[in-house]
Antibody, heavy 121, light 106 residues
Framework: EVQLVQSGAEVTRPGESLKISCKCS????????IGWVRQMPGKGLEWMGI????????RYSPSFQGQVTISADKSISTAYLQWSSLKASDTAMYYC??????????????WGQGTLVTVSS | SYELTQPPSVSVSPGQTASITCSGD??????ASWYQQKPGQSPVLVIY???KRPSGIPERFSGSNSGNTATLTISGTQAMDEADYYC?????????FGTGTKVTVL
């Protein structure tokens, strides 16, 4: 059974750093991209970026380039999303999702349960 | 950046058909996927490659893609289908999600 299990909710202050995780199991981790998606309170889904665990190839949405770092550790089948200096506007739910890419295009077929990040002074 | 536009809301009576549109100028070149998100839950893939249903998704969910518009259709809508729905595609610039549609079953 494919599972993506994310780390727990975080409450932090502006200016602090943070790294959240997405532990993947039930499939060959290095065969699929992992994506991160932001959902601000009451808003829609926003694609942040993707990482391929086999070689750590990473792509970012222009909206998030330079704002976050996406990485993966294939030895423990875990992907990460990190910030070096959080802002109140980073308050949101963050989802990881497995990405399938093929002749039929791209889709996110399995999703984590989400990690709620709250940034408040 | 590439944008996918959906109607903010769609209302449907139980047992009737709901159609959710997703407008973009690249549908002739790219495939559409659709996700259902219920309150407090993670998104679930319901349609991919324009028309295909993942295992476990009811047959009442179907998709199409023509011209500049991809469409998700829910036939015989049930109360459990009340949720937000998002279209999604990708190109060389990356992934993009639609603006989202709230489906209300009245």
């Amino acid at each position: 059974e494919v599972q993506l299990v994310q780390s727990g909710a975080e409450v932090t202050r502006p200016g602090e750093s943070l790294k959240i995780s997405c532990k993947c199991s039930g499939y060959i981790f290095t065969n699929y991209w992992i994506g991160w998606v932001r959902q601000m309170p009451g808003k829609g889904l926003e694609w942040m970026g993707i990482v391929h665990p086999a070689d750590s190839d990473t792509r970012y949405s222009p909206s998030f380039q330079g704002q976050v770092t996406i990485s993966a550790d294939k030895s423990i089948s875990t992907a990460y999303l990190q910030w070096s200096s959080l802002k109140a506007s980073d308050t949101a739910m963050y989802y990881c999702a497995r990405r399938r890419l093929g002749p039929g295009g791209s889709r996110f077929d399995y999703w984590g349960q989400g990690t709620l990040v709250t940034v408040s002074s | 950046s590439y944008e996918l536009t959906q109607p903010p809301s769609v209302s449907v009576s139980p047992g009737q058909t709901a159609s959710i549109t997703c407008s973009g100028d690249k549908w002739g070149d790219e495939y559409a996927s659709w996700y259902q998100q219920k309150p407090g839950q993670s998104p679930v893939l319901v349609i991919y490659q324009d028309t295909k249903r993942p295992s476990g998704i009811p047959e009442r969910f179907s998709g199409s893609n023509s011209g500049n518009t991809a469409t998700l259709t829910i036939s015989g809508t049930q109360a459990m289908d009340e949720a937000d729905y998002y279209c999604q595609t990708w190109d060389s610039s990356g992934e993009v999600f639609g603006t989202g549609t709230k489906v209300t079953v009245l």
